[in-house]
């Protein structure tokens, strides 16, 4: 199988199950049983199968909540990175205000004049 469409295991993989569950179907009640003993092994399977389904579906709920919770460490992670940076950016913004005012004020001041020299 060339692995260029990741659908195409998954179809494969479905197509497979759901072939077999029909193969499965078809063979109990084409055997040669009688109706009682083939409707109970089709009770029996059709409660495996929901008991299995039962455990994947709790499986996959499992891996969902644990992706959810790895995102949501992630998001918190990158939320305080982002507030450190804004914090850091603020602080430079400050300063590079302050070192602006005192370079104005330098400039706006006349210039002073030597004081005079007694002889």
Do not use: C, W, Y
């Not at 602006?100 to 005079?116: C, D, F, I, L, R």
């Amino acid at each position: 199988m060339s692995n260029k469409n990741g659908g195409d295991f998954g179809s494969f993989f479905a197509g497979f199950f759901i072939g077999g569950l029909i193969g499965a179907g078809a063979a109990l009640l084409l055997a040669p049983q009688s109706g009682e003993e083939t409707r109970e092994q089709i009770r029996q399977q059709s409660m495996e199968l929901q008991h299995k389904a039962e455990e994947s579906l709790d499986e996959a709920r499992q891996k969902a909540e644990a992706v959810a919770a790895d995102i949501r460490r992630r998001a918190e992670d990158l939320q305080m990175r982002s507030k450190v940076i804004l914090e850091e950016g603020q602080k430079h913004l400050t300063e590079a205000v302050e070192e602006t005012k005192k370079a104005a004020e330098s400039v706006g001041k006349p210039p002073e004049e030597p004081a005079a020299e007694v002889e």
